[in-house]
């Protein structure tokens, strides 16, 4: 591969994308735990991983954050 055509993926990008992501499933797990009315456990199970995800998200953004310093 040419050196001059190739593209560099930095620790900060991959953490981006990884805040993005989570921050994606934050939203769908939401959504889904406040959908399902049929089967508690579901509901229960997606409310839970909502709240762990967003920690996640939350950690990723320290990351990032980090980057906007140096």
């Known amino acids: 591969m040419d050196k001059n055509n190739s ?12 805040w ?3 921050m994606e499933l934050v939203r769908s797990f939401e ?4 959908e399902i009315s049929d089967n ?3 509901a229960k199970a997606f409310r839970k991983f909502a709240e762990e995800e967003a ?16």
């Open 31 to 34: 959504n889904f735990g406040k």
């Open 7 to 18: 593209i560099t993926i930095t620790t900060r990008d991959r953490a981006l994308l990884a």
């Open 40 to 42: 508690d456990r579901a």
């Open 55 to 70: 920690q996640h998200a939350a950690e990723f953004l320290e990351i990032l954050h980090s980057y906007e310093k140096n």
């Open 20 to 22: 993005e992501n989570s």
